[in-house]
């Protein structure tokens, strides 16, 4: 069975940064497309970055380009989220998707 755990979120100051991690567990990874995704509190869950299987080919939103890295370990079944210059509008609960299956999230707080 698919199962997805993240880490890595805390609180950090504004230009600080954070590494995102998710281990993904019943699946290999250099089979499917994963993505990050984030909720802030009060809005909808929006798509914040993804890879395909291969790690060849990458996606972020027009917000984060530039400031997060998306990357993945196929021979650890993770993936990871560089964020850099962090704002406080990238704080939210940010999860992994892969095939339809979410994790739990980690929460990412920036703020001073």
């Known amino acids: 069975q698919l199962r997805l755990v993240e880490s890595g979120g805390g609180l950090v100051q504004p230009g600080g940064a954070l590494t995102l991690s998710c281990v993904a567990s019943g699946e290999t990874l250099d089979l499917y497309a994963i993505g990050w995704y984030r909720q802030a509190p009060g809005k909808k869950r929006e798509g914040v970055s993804c890879i395909n299987y291969s790690g060849s080919t990458t996606y972020y939103r027009e917000s984060v380009k530039g400031r997060f890295t998306i990357s993945k370990n196929n021979a650890k079944n993770t993936v990871y989220l560089q964020m850099n210059n962090l704002k406080p509008e990238d704080t939210g609960l940010y999860s992994c998707?892969?095939?339809?299956?979410w994790g739990q999230g980690t929460q990412v707080t920036v703020s001073s």
């Open positions: 998707m892969l095939a339809g299956v």
